[in-house]
């Protein structure tokens, strides 16, 4: 080898770094990572002031996922007319205290209200000031408000009740954020590709403590060999739905767009708020959407079929 | 609204799960040493929850405790030179580029372990001096002076290398050639 220069000694460096293997490694699996955080709080026992208390599940436990977007047009949901493709049934959905399928807009004391909830979880771990964010779409659902900031470094998405359902993330990464804060808009008839996951979310409706538990959590419970801590985690699951669940999707809108409507698995039918080239929908269950319908302003609709989370 | 203990480690986990996780993987012997690793970080994050700073200190927190726990494992396992192996898994390159790399990494397998994190933390993890400086505890400055002399002793080392030098301690040295009364050289 030559003499070096210094950048051409950093780039060696650089190309050294041992690869992550994703399929390899079980630490950057979703499931793994969400499962050990369940791990860490509910087994763990966190003396506070001298008091030891015990520390039920994740009291945020939304799980960051990209559901895979199974279309023609691949990551990108296209417009167009409704051929022979899945008709979207208005099926009544079930009932849940304090939440609705329907979106209203929100008024400026809720946004407020739900912003401040939020704003007092990210001064945890938010390197923005959110206090001087806007929020670029907001909603109201039943008792909760929603709303989505960007900023040059993140996007964040904040749901509240004002009480003790509050729920907070973020997702610039996964939206294709830029280094400068721009997220990519899609075609105006289309919609970037469903953004979101679902976890435990006490304060938030629904949740049977009986209903079958998701598959990742399942697999969690198969692959511990203790039955004793296996009965115990499966106890701190099923607590966990019986304090709340949640799902939520987002992502950019095409300017032609004019409607998102998704269906999840399980019968429900929800209808996202499309607000300044977003949409977003969240839903009281554990459920994925199974499909996505987008509607233009002309009246065109398109459906796509989602596939499992990816 | 006060946020609990478990709303603020998630907030934590979320905020840096993936970095320490990249970080410790690229060092760990084995997949199942990374997960063990990153499980007793956080862990060991939850128990401390009041002592984690905030914001980016909280995350350099993170690295220095991921740190601390690979270096117990280290001692435990005695596998220290698992990066040869891995290059050798890494996707093929040019093969101009293949040879550089492949000396490359024989020369930072040669350096000592510090120098090796040292230059690790900047060209695998991307942190600054700064940044670095909070992790092993120590001011930019040290950083910066300690990084530039693990710089140099990775360039003697490729330096060496590709001329068929043995370094001790930074010195090139001529390889002793062994010879045997009565036999003869190859």
């Given at each position: 080898m030559s003499n070096t220069t210094p950048d051409h000694e950093w780039e060696l460096l650089r190309a050294i770094a041992p690869a992550l293997d994703y399929h390899k490694a079980p630490v950057l699996d979703p499931d793994h990572r969400e499962d050990l955080f369940l791990s860490i709080v509910a087994n763990e026992h966190r003396p506070r002031w001298g008091v030891a208390r015990v520390v039920w599940l994740a009291r945020t436990g939304h799980r960051r996922r990209r559901w895979a977007a199974v279309g023609a047009s691949g990551t990108v949901l296209g417009g167009g007319i409704v051929a022979a493709l899945v008709l979207l049934s208005s099926t009544a959905a079930p009932a849940f205290a304090g939440w609705s399928a329907d979106p209203t807009s929100a008024t400026p004391a809720a946004l407020a209200a739900a912003t401040a909830d939020c704003n007092f979880k990210w001064?945890?771990?938010?390197?923005?000031?959110?206090?001087t964010a806007d929020a670029v779409l907001s909603e109201t659902r039943g008792a909760y408000t929603a709303a989505i900031f960007v900023t040059s470094s993140n996007v964040y998405d904040c749901i509240s009740n004002g009480g003790n359902g509050t729920t907070v993330g973020s997702g610039g990464g996964a939206l294709g954020q830029?280094?400068?804060?721009t997220v990519p808009s899609p075609a105006p008839d289309q919609i970037s590709s469903p953004f979101g996951g679902g976890g435990s979310a006490p304060g938030f409706p629904g949740g049977n403590p009986n209903e079958p538990l998701p598959q990742r959590w399942q697999r969690r419970l198969s692959n511990m060999s203790n039955p004793t801590q296996r009965a115990r985690q499966e106890q701190d699951f099923r607590k966990a739905l019986s304090q709340g669940v949640a799902s939520f999707t987002y992502g950019r809108a095409g300017s032609d767009v004019s409607a998102v409507t998704l269906t999840i698995a399980g019968g429900l039918t929800v209808d996202a708020t499309v607000q300044n080239g977003w949409y977003f929908a969240w839903w009281p269950t554990l459920d994925s959407p199974t499909a996505v319908q987008v509607t233009t302003n002309s009246g065109s609709t398109a459906t796509t079929t989602l596939g499992p989370l990816g | 609204m006060p946020g609990s203990d478990v709303e603020l480690f998630r907030m934590l986990y979320e905020a840096n799960y993936e970095r320490i996780a990249a970080y410790v993987l690229r060092r760990a012997a084995s997949p199942e040493d990374a997960a063990d690793a990153v499980s007793e970080t956080f862990l060991t994050a939850w128990r401390r929850l009041d002592a984690v700073p905030r914001g980016e200190q909280g995350t350099m927190w993170l690295y220095a405790t991921a740190r601390r726990v690979l270096g117990n494992q280290r001692r435990s396992t005695e596998r220290r030179h698992r990066l040869r192996e891995r290059i050798s898994q890494q996707p093929a390159l040019e093969s101009a580029d293949l040879a550089d790399v492949g000396v490359a990494a024989d020369a930072f397998s040669r350096l000592r372990l510090d120098d090796q994190e040292l230059l690790a933390l900047i060209a695998w993890d991307g942190l600054t001096h700064r940044q670095i400086g909070a992790v092993l505890g120590c001011s930019e400055n040290a950083a910066k002076l300690r990084a530039s002399r693990a710089r140099q002793r990775f360039v003697s080392e490729l330096a060496a290398l590709s001329t068929g030098l043995t370094t001790t301690n930074g010195i090139a040295t001529r390889p002793e050639c062994a010879t045997q009364t009565g036999e003869a050289n190859e």
């Open positions: 001064d945890r771990s938010s390197p923005d000031d959110m206090t830029t280094a400068n804060g | -």
